[in-house]
């Protein structure tokens, strides 16, 4: 169940889009398994608003970073800064996901801790958003 929505969200290309050289906020790759991902979004007032990303990936990364952009996309730094914490404790527990945002799709990503070695691609864009956020 948890794999064909996995499936779905890292086919879905809503916030993909080409990055321009220099417009990049965040840039980070996972030496070990050679994703890239690049992050970009612009801050309006202390608001995230077209928040994009261009990524060379696997499945797993790009649906996390689906996730990550629909959970970003309109939060202010401060919530925004609060929900890649709330993920990242989410994605090192054991426990069920308890916010109200992202739901089910959050489920999905948090479904891949049974699989220890698939995390580092489910946390590489949201320690992506956390470096951006610095």
């Known amino acids: ?13 809503a916030f993909r889009e080409k990055i321009k050289a220099g417009e990049a906020r965040s840039e980070i790759r996972n030496p070990a398994c050679g994703d890239e991902l ?13 928040i994009r990303h261009d990524s060379q990936a696997c499945a797993i990364v790009l649906a996390s970073t689906r996730v990550l952009c629909g959970g970003m996309e309109g939060a202010t730094v401060a919530l925004a800064t609060r929900r890649v914490e709330e993920a990242m404790a ?18 999905a990503l948090g479904a891949v801790r049974a699989h220890p070695m698939r995390m580092a691609c489910v946390r590489l864009p949201w320690e992506a ?3 951006a956020l610095t």
Do not use: C, P
């Open 1 to 13: 169940m948890y794999q064909n929505h996995l499936i779905q969200l890292s086919k879905d290309s």
């Open 38 to 50: 690049a992050l970009a979004f612009d801050l309006v007032e202390d608001t995230i608003r077209h």
């Open 90 to 107: 989410f994605f090192e527990g054991e426990g069920d996901w308890a916010q109200n945002w992202a739901g089910e799709d959050m489920v």
């Open 129 to 131: 958003m956390r470096k």
